[in-house]
């Protein structure tokens, strides 16, 4: 039987619908950036200072929540605010753990970066800040600390909580006095020495003083509105990444409720990852997590509004610029707090 030979035209035509089909089908498979985008894969560096604020991110790590999500997360440590708002400008993280106020301040040219979650706030038995007087100084009341100079980290959260409870509680404007103590543990050490007559400073560590003598005048137990500790991304990584983002947000949530159920389980990956003085290690209660919240806009205008009192601001920024709920978990099944 005669064979016939394939002729170079033939071969040529064969050629050229394999490399087209090649090409299609190469084509019809994802790849590279949106292959992983699709699947929600695209990594996520996250700041985190050593506070308590952050336990839920080692919690979803530990528990393999990320992982659950499909997410490649990095915790990027860093050991001050202006450690890592200096990250974010260099635009090396996609996300940070940050308060309202820095925010505000990233955003006053343009919209930066949002927020997109509460990491904590206070709870009556659970604050956030505590404004402390020094062991002997017989000071009890918020009125005593009228003229007084309190120990505070300027143009922050801190001094804000410091403003709005000590107002809350009848001083006036002209009566908060306060002094630049930037470095919390400085500023611990001056109160227990009785070098600051009164300091604001966060618990566990507020905790830790008042263990040591510290005595509380006032926390914002008392008034929660005024303390949250909050999750901002860049806008670019929210557009970017926005797969990423949601799924890191349920793998946050799903730890917030864990802890919220079992506190104590999670106490040896407490200490191991965040700062506990020594003296409250065993004793200090882990505090509930906010689940599925943002600051309101009533919170965010009143912090405005004391940005631009301390002319941090020129004019208050739009709050739908600055916070967003859209990349919040769904509310189903959602319990307290």
Same mark, same amino acid.
């Given at each position: 039987?005669?064979?016939?030979?394939?002729?170079?035209?033939?071969?040529?035509?064969?050629?050229?619908? %394999?490399?087209?089909?090649?090409? &299609?089908?190469?084509? &019809?498979?994802?790849?590279?950036?949106?292959?992983?985008?699709?699947?929600?894969?695209?990594?996520?560096?996250?700041?985190?200072?050593?506070?308590?604020? +952050? /336990?839920?991110?080692?919690?979803?790590?530990?528990?393999?929540?990320?992982?659950?999500?499909?997410?490649? @997360?990095?915790?990027?440590?860093?050991? =001050?605010?202006?450690?890592?708002?200096?990250? @974010?400008?260099?635009?090396?993280?996609?996300?940070?753990?940050?308060?309202?106020? !820095?925010?505000?301040?990233?955003?006053?040219?343009?919209?930066?970066?949002?927020?997109?979650?509460?990491?904590?706030?206070?709870?009556?038995?659970?604050?956030?800040?505590?404004?402390?007087?020094?062991?002997?100084?017989? $000071?009890?009341?918020?009125?005593? /600390? %009228?003229?007084?100079?309190?120990?505070? =980290?300027?143009?922050?959260?801190?001094?804000?909580? !410091?403003?709005?409870? #000590?107002?809350?509680?009848?001083?006036?404007?002209?009566?908060?006095?306060?002094?630049?103590?930037?470095?919390?543990?400085?500023?611990?050490?001056?109160? $227990?020495?009785?070098?600051?007559?009164?300091?604001? $400073?966060?618990?566990?560590?507020?905790?830790?003083?008042?263990?040591?003598?510290?005595?509380?005048?006032?926390?914002?137990?008392?008034?929660?509105?005024?303390?949250?500790?909050?999750?901002?991304?860049? !806008?670019?990584?929210?557009?970017?990444? +926005?797969?990423?983002?949601?799924?890191?947000?349920?793998?946050?949530?799903?730890?917030?409720?864990?802890?919220?159920?079992?506190?104590?389980?999670?106490?040896?990956?407490? #200490?191991?990852?965040?700062?506990?003085?020594?003296?409250?290690?065993?004793?200090?209660?882990?505090?509930?997590?906010?689940?599925?919240?943002?600051?309101?806009?009533?919170?965010?205008?009143?912090?405005?509004?004391?940005? &631009?009192?301390?002319?941090?601001?020129?004019?208050?920024?739009?709050?739908?610029? =600055?916070?967003?709920?859209?990349?919040?978990?769904?509310?189903?099944?959602?319990?307290?707090?």
């Amino acid at each position: 039987m005669k064979q016939h030979r394939k002729s170079p035209v033939f071969k040529g035509r064969i050629f050229r619908i %394999a490399f087209l089909v090649g090409c &299609c089908l190469w084509l &019809c498979v994802p790849c590279g950036v949106d292959a992983k985008e699709d699947l929600g894969l695209l990594p996520l560096r996250v700041a985190l200072l050593p506070i308590l604020d +952050s /336990l839920p991110f080692y919690v979803a790590e530990a528990e393999g929540y990320f992982a659950k999500e499909g997410l490649e @997360m990095e915790a990027v440590p860093v050991g =001050s605010g202006l450690e890592r708002d200096q990250l @974010m400008q260099a635009g090396e993280i996609d996300g940070m753990l940050n308060e309202m106020t !820095t925010t505000a301040s990233f955003n006053r040219a343009g919209p930066l970066v949002k927020i997109v979650a509460a990491a904590r706030t206070a709870y009556p038995d659970y604050p956030l800040f505590r404004v402390l007087s020094a062991p002997e100084s017989g $000071l009890i009341e918020p009125g005593q /600390l %009228a003229g007084v100079s309190i120990g505070v =980290s300027k143009n922050t959260i801190i001094e804000y909580v !410091t403003d709005r409870l #000590l107002q809350l509680k009848g001083l006036k404007r002209d009566q908060i006095l306060k002094k630049s103590v930037p470095v919390i543990p400085e500023r611990y050490q001056l109160l $227990l020495h009785g070098r600051l007559k009164a300091a604001t $400073l966060p618990d566990p560590l507020a905790r830790s003083a008042m263990a040591a003598g510290a005595l509380n005048v006032v926390d914002d137990s008392v008034a929660p509105r005024y303390s949250m500790s909050v999750l901002s991304f860049s !806008t670019r990584s929210l557009a970017e990444k +926005s797969k990423a983002v949601y799924g890191f947000l349920r793998a946050w949530d799903r730890a917030a409720a864990r802890i919220n159920a079992s506190p104590e389980v999670y106490r040896p990956l407490l #200490l191991s990852k965040i700062r506990v003085p020594r003296n409250v290690r065993k004793s200090y209660v882990i505090p509930p997590f906010p689940r599925g919240r943002v600051p309101d806009a009533d919170q965010w205008a009143d912090v405005m509004q004391w940005m &631009c009192e301390k002319r941090i601001l020129k004019a208050p920024l739009p709050y739908g610029e =600055s916070v967003t709920r859209a990349f919040l978990p769904p509310v189903e099944r959602r319990g307290k707090p």
